[in-house]
């Protein structure tokens, strides 16, 4: 049984990280960061109490004292060795899910930090608290938001030069969750001098995946001999897959956000005539628009199975990169209104969303 009572709940959670972004955003102090991060991990952990992928771990933290190791290779499993380690100690899921999202802000402003002053991109990575529970950026993806928040941290090593460790770190993120072969064509493009040979690789190493994962069958297969037929994780993705083509959900909240976005970013450089090209960020934007362009296409043609494992990815970049975009056009003064002025957005997006109501929205209320 539910009932509105959550609506309220959630609404007053928004109105106190936006306090607490905003303050942030205009003071820097520290200890407001941590807070702000504390909350939106407690607001993502109490959304998706009852959500298929926590209802799913919920199954695996429960019985992962009696999954032998064997089982794990067959489910990325990094993850669920980590479950188990986190159920030795005392964990509740409820609380590593929200560790993991201080986690993932963390990592946010560990990146942006290589392109904007300390306090900026700490401000960046607060705007996604703010972001929907549902949609794009919905933050109970363990897996991915785990594996997503490793490799954010490798490619902050990436651009402080540490390319060694960047691959590492880039390598070990992929025992959580495959998404991580997406960056693939980054790190390849990285090993190259000249702008035109690392955009051409990057382009190219996506419409060479394209071209192997397009046909629906083939996929299946991929994605069962890397989970595992029986697994638990793979009887998901085939749900999931078969509820995204029926309902096609995904054509707008995944269509309309991210093409949104890019013709934000075409606006600016059509304006400024190619920016992204002459800023020292562009090898960072051209990544981000053939990510988002790559998953854009799976979108139209329908290979949801493929797509749903980025879509949170490529969103994260596309709104970064048009952050620091317009960070590049304004006066630098006009930065704090800017991020603010963001926050506000979002914020009023996602009270739009909680109040048409949880069930259309794939929120899920708490109980009564």
């Not at 770190?169 to 790190?187: K, R």
């Not at 090898?283 to 949170?312: C, D």
């Amino acid at each position: 049984m539910y009932n509105n009572q959550s609506d309220v709940i959630f609404l007053c959670i928004e109105f106190v990280y936006l306090a607490l972004c905003l303050v942030y955003i205009f003071s820097s102090i520290s200890i407001v960061r941590w807070v702000a991060y504390f909350v939106t991990g407690f607001k993502f952990s109490m959304s998706a109490l009852y959500s298929q992928d926590i209802m799913t771990y919920q199954i695996i933290y429960d019985k992962v004292s009696k999954i032998s190791l064997e089982s794990f290779m067959g489910q990325e499993g990094g993850f669920t060795s980590l479950l188990y380690i986190t159920k030795s100690l005392g964990i509740s899921l409820g609380l590593f899910h929200c560790l993991e999202i201080v986690l993932f802000l963390y990592s946010i402003s560990y990146l942006f930090e290589c392109f904007v002053p300390k306090n900026k991109a700490i401000a960046i990575s607060l705007i996604f608290g703010l972001q929907p529970v549902p949609g794009e950026l919905a933050i109970y993806l363990l897996r991915q938001i785990l594996s997503t928040s490793i490799m954010l941290f490798a490619l902050g090593l990436f651009f402080r030069k540490k390319i060694t460790w960047a691959w590492i770190l880039a390598i070990f993120s992929s025992i959580f969750h495959s998404s991580s072969f997406f960056y693939l064509p980054f790190f390849l493009g990285g090993l190259f001098t000249k702008k035109l040979t690392k955009t051409l690789v990057i382009f190219l190493g996506y419409a060479l995946i394209f071209l192997i994962t397009y046909n629906f069958d083939f996929g299946r297969d991929l994605v069962l001999s890397t989970l595992g037929e029986d697994s638990l994780y793979a009887e998901k993705y085939e749900a999931y897959e078969q509820y995204a083509e029926r309902e096609n959900w995904r054509a707008f909240t995944a269509g309309f956000f991210s093409i949104l976005m890019i013709l934000y970013f075409v606006g600016i450089n059509v304006l400024k005539k190619g920016l992204f090209w002459k800023s020292q960020l562009w090898f960072f934007y051209t990544f981000t628009v053939a990510i988002t362009l790559f998953r854009l296409i799976l979108e139209r043609v329908g290979v949801f199975w493929l797509s749903s494992r980025f879509n949170f990815i490529s969103s994260i970049f596309v709104l970064s990169s048009n952050i620091l975009l317009t960070f590049e056009i304004i006066p630098e003064k006009e930065d704090q209104f800017f991020l603010a002025l963001i926050s506000i957005l979002l914020f009023g997006v996602s009270v739009i969303i909680i109040l048409s109501g949880f069930d259309r929205n794939m929120l899920f209320r708490i109980p009564s």
